[in-house]
């Protein structure tokens, strides 16, 4: 398996100098599996990168299929896809998951992030690829080729969010790019989520409430993320969702900060780099 | 007066090494004259950086911000902009008035759940909205006056010029140019045929669009205009609802204005094409009575 971060900011996209090295785009990780299956995990505004990526392959010609699990609705999550140039594309399948954690449906999130008040696109149904919203609850299991996918969802402040983990042979790989414990405590439901993995990619934030959501970068120290890969004893933690204001200075420094002696990897996700299972 | 360029991209932010000279935070520019208010064109992700200025400065602030449209690219910085946040402040919104929405339900609609973790009940400051009628304008401050046009962009966008002590800058963003269709609620899934004749009514509108921003723009020192097209990009996607150089040219040389500033960059278009991009401009023009120069985020310009 393949796993690419093309967008690892939290919030906002943050374009300059200072964000460079760990990139600036918002939310997007692609999956892929040894046969070419491919499952992309949000649409901040990374996912326009890797829609520009791609069109020279099949989606280009129109005979791409993707599936896209949208772990939450927020902007960062989503602002990408109205910019992701595979979905106008006819011909293209583009499968949508996460209607769960909306309160109303996906379709009708990203539907209305297209109103035409926001968007010159004014509405999905102006996308020419074919997009199907599927049906799935948490704890539902489905295969794409050879990876089969767990859904979960796991604690967001005071909504939820989708976990999404994927099986490749015997390589597991978590993501919870955007999750928060209000407690501070890593409920065992997603302990037993992130369970054994190889690679857990874990929101780097602790829950803090109100304003200081925006503010506050003291919440962004990887406590309950580090917490929470070793109580689910994974192999490698990699953090990411980072805030918008933080430079690449400030993030290695958070990473030496964090040390060396876990019985487990700790990376922070680079926009643009790859890792392999 | 000074004119600060916080975000100068079209469509989407664009991170990223590529775009680190012209700069990737989508469109806010601000206008210091020098005197209150603090006077600021759109929101794009470009204010988040300036409202940590203002936020520095403490309260009270009096903010005028002047939303050309709802368009996300001119909106989406506005949850990241402090000064809405801190009590004491008091910021005004101006936007076109439509019947069917208002800027406040918008705006309104863009800062809440599901979108965002907070929502404008989050904001401490005092924030008040101002619909202009199709043309309106406004003495804002003693001796500050803001006109206002309408612009040929899906939804309807405005046009803002600002005169003080006998300087003025317009901003003109986002349009296509007054030439084949007129922009509006009607979404147009492919370019139309340019060459078609254009319907009496529609072309009798575009006319009287293009002259009111021509007056405007009249002995304007700076115009800040939409000019995200290269020539060829334009007559592939005129349904698109941005201009290309000669459009702005045409609009600017024949309202005697002193200097064009090229704005709303694509997204996709690197560093080393905007220099080829402004090579190409300023070559093309040289003959021409008018100062061209690209928005750079990051730049200030001065008017003397």
């Known amino acids: 398996m393949q796993i690419t971060f093309w967008g690892v900011r939290a919030l906002v996209p943050s374009p300059g100098q200072e964000t460079t090295v760990t990139g600036g785009n918002t939310l997007c990780i692609t999956v892929r599996g040894v046969a070419g299956e491919t499952l992309v995990v949000d649409a901040g505004t990374g996912i326009t990168t890797w829609g520009r990526s791609i069109l020279s392959g099949d989606y280009g010609r129109g005979q791409g299929e993707l599936d896209l699990f949208i772990t939450h609705p927020h902007y960062d999550h989503i602002q990408g896809f109205p910019f992701f140039v595979p979905a106008f594309i006819p011909g293209n399948t583009i499968r949508l998951y996460g209607s769960t954690y909306c309160k109303r449906t996906m379709e009708q999130v990203l539907e209305s992030q297209m109103n035409p008040i926001f968007s010159p696109i004014q509405s999905l149904k102006n996308l020419n690829s074919n997009l199907l919203f599927p049906d799935v609850k948490p704890g539902d299991t489905l295969s794409i080729g050879g990876l089969a996918v767990q859904l979960e969802t796991l604690p967001h402040v005071t909504e939820q969010a989708m976990g999404v983990r994927v099986r490749e042979g015997g390589k597991t790989v978590v993501m919870a790019p955007d999750v928060n414990y209000p407690e501070g405590v890593v409920p065992p439901e997603a302990l037993a989520f992130f369970r054994d993995a190889d690679l857990l990619v874990h929101d780097i934030r602790s829950f803090v409430p109100g304003l200081e959501r925006l503010h506050s970068r003291e919440a962004f120290n990887a406590r309950d993320a580090v917490a929470a890969a070793a109580a689910a004893h994974v192999k490698k933690l990699v953090l990411t969702h980072f805030h918008f204001d933080s430079t690449d200075r400030e993030l290695e420094q958070l990473r030496e900060s964090l040390g060396y002696d876990h019985p487990f990897e700790i990376e922070l996700a680079r926009e643009g780099s790859t890792l392999w299972l | ?304």
């Open chain 2, 1 to 304: 007066m000074k004119v600060l360029f916080w975000g100068v991209r079209g469509s989407i932010p664009v991170p990223g090494p590529l775009t680190q000279r012209y700069g990737g935070n989508t469109s806010c520019i601000q206008l210091e004259t020098g005197v209150q208010p603090v006077i600021i064109f759109d929101s794009g992700t470009g204010i988040r950086r300036l409202g940590q200025l203002l936020a520095a400065r403490g309260t009270p602030q009096e903010i005028h911000i002047f939303i050309s449209h709802a368009h996300w690219d001119h909106i989406q910085g506005l949850p990241f902009f402090d000064p809405l946040y801190q009590s004491g402040n008091r910021i005004t919104f101006y936007s076109r008035k439509r019947d069917e929405f208002c800027l406040r339900d918008i705006i309104h609609k863009v800062i809440e759940d599901p979108y965002f973790p907070l929502s404008h009940e989050d904001w401490k400051a005092d924030v008040n909205f101002v619909e202009l009628e199709d043309g309106a304008g406004a003495e804002i401050a003693p001796g500050l006056i803001m006109r206002s046009s309408r612009l040929n962009h899906p939804l309807i966008a405005n046009a803002y010029r600002i005169d003080h002590q006998g300087r003025s800058v317009v901003y003109v963003t986002d349009t296509a140019p007054f030439d084949h269709m007129v922009l509006d609620r009607d979404f147009i899934p492919k370019a139309p045929d340019l060459s078609a004749p254009v319907a009496p009514e529609v072309a009798e509108l575009l006319a009287v669009m293009r002259q009111n921003l021509v007056d405007l723009c009249t002995g304007a020192d700076l115009v800040i205009y939409d000019t995200m097209f290269t020539e060829e990009e334009y007559n592939r996607n005129p349904h698109w609802g941005h201009s290309a150089a000669s459009h702005a040219m045409s609009v600017c040389t024949q309202a005697g204005a002193g200097h064009l500033v090229i704005f709303h960059h694509a997204p996709e278009r690197t560093d080393d094409q905007m220099d080829r991009m402004m090579e190409g401009i300023i070559e093309q023009y040289k003959d021409v009575d008018m100062t061209i120069s690209p928005a750079i985020e990051g730049r200030t310009i001065e008017i003397d």
